[in-house]
């Protein structure tokens, strides 16, 4: 009996550790492997273990008014598939000092603004400021909705600011909607935060995280086990677009509105429709009445598969090129 159940017992530890390595290879490809099951299941595994930026000690810091911004200085970031290095300034934003004094170009958005995954001069608000040779500043920063992304342009000098480029992503929701509902941004108390990098710091680490990743994913998939009630998403009877809407005409644009060139950009190139939903919205007079001039980028149409990191799904340098080339060709001559 004792022979029977060593044999097994060594048999399943054969078969664990056999599992964990072809799940290893599968976050490390670098490359879909074309089948769509597998692709998803390497995404689940990554996000599921990696580090975030936002909470890497070296990388970001507690803000009591936003939560955290970057920590000025210099880090290295990476995950599975790369490894940058992050120059940030004073503001806590990815960028140089003198990028700070009066820009002409404020870059607003979260990760994919920031340059999440690419090394310095590489994100599209750099290869901007590049090709226009105007003074642009990279105010993008890791997880930011669009609520706190305007909280942070209060913060900079825009006595020169003539374009806004924004970026929205679909995890922008939930902020927003909190924002517009409330009226005010709840950012997370010191000790949250430091409750999430120490969160963080596991990330990563050990033997077996993914095959314990795969198994809670079937408990969850084949419901196995109580889920918690998910908390109700706030002013539900609204459409993301006309959130974002809401968000934008309520904010102060001055008595010189700029050009804001608005798109969206998903991790992995996720999402359907919304661009479109949003140019169709009748709420979309909202910001007319602002004097803004308007324009709206279809993103999604420019980029391919291989233009998102795998199973990352955050820009490739060739992403970032395509997005600031569309930029930069719709900036009004004016500017």
Same mark, same amino acid.
């Given at each position: ?40 299941? #390497? ?30 200085? &210099? ?9 940058? %290095? ?33 090394? %310095? ?13 105007? &003074? ?64 963080? #710091? ?53 008595? #010189? ?16 429709? =919304? ?7 009748? &709420? ?25 990191? =795998? ?25």
């Amino acid at each position: 009996m004792v022979r029977v159940l060593s044999i097994n017992a060594l048999l399943l530890a054969i078969l664990l550790v056999l599992t964990e390595a072809m799940l290893t290879w599968l976050v490390a490809r670098g490359e879909p492997t074309g089948i769509g099951a597998l692709d998803r299941l #390497a995404r689940k595994l990554y996000w599921a273990n990696v580090s975030y930026v936002q909470y890497e000690p070296d990388c970001a810091k507690h803000d009591r008014e936003l939560g955290y911004t970057l920590r000025p200085g &210099k880090c290295n970031f990476s995950n599975r598939g790369f490894s940058s %290095e992050l120059f940030v300034n004073s503001a806590g934003l990815r960028d140089d000092e003198t990028s700070l004094e009066a820009p002409e170009i404020i870059v607003l958005g979260d990760s994919h603004a920031m340059g999440w995954g690419v090394n %310095e001069g590489l994100s599209f608000a750099d290869l901007i400021e590049l090709e226009t040779g105007k &003074k642009t500043l990279n105010a993008g920063v890791s997880s930011y909705g669009t609520a706190r992304e305007l909280q942070m342009l209060s913060r900079l000098d825009t006595s020169n600011m003539s374009t806004v480029v924004l970026q929205y992503s679909d995890n922008d929701a939930w902020e927003n909607r909190t924002f517009l509902a409330s009226g005010t941004l709840n950012a997370m108390s010191k000790d949250h935060y430091e409750a999430l990098v120490a969160s963080n #710091a596991t990330a990563r680490n050990g033997f077996g995280r993914y095959l314990f990743t795969l198994v809670n994913e079937i408990v969850a998939r084949f419901g196995l086990v109580d889920q918690a009630d998910a908390e109700v998403m706030p002013l539900q009877e609204m459409k993301d677009p006309d959130v974002l809407i809401g968000i934008l005409s309520q904010w102060d644009w001055g008595s #010189a509105p700029p050009q804001l060139i608005l798109f969206e950009i998903n991790t992995g190139g996720r999402g359907g429709n =919304f661009m479109k939903v949003l140019s169709e919205s009748p &709420k979309l007079d909202k910001l007319g009445s602002k004097e803004l001039d308007l324009t709206l980028l279809n993103i999604s149409s420019i980029l391919d598969p291989e233009d998102y990191l =795998f199973p990352d799904g955050h820009l490739t340098p060739e992403g970032h090129r395509k997005v600031a080339a569309a930029v930069v060709k719709a900036l009004s001559p004016e500017n």
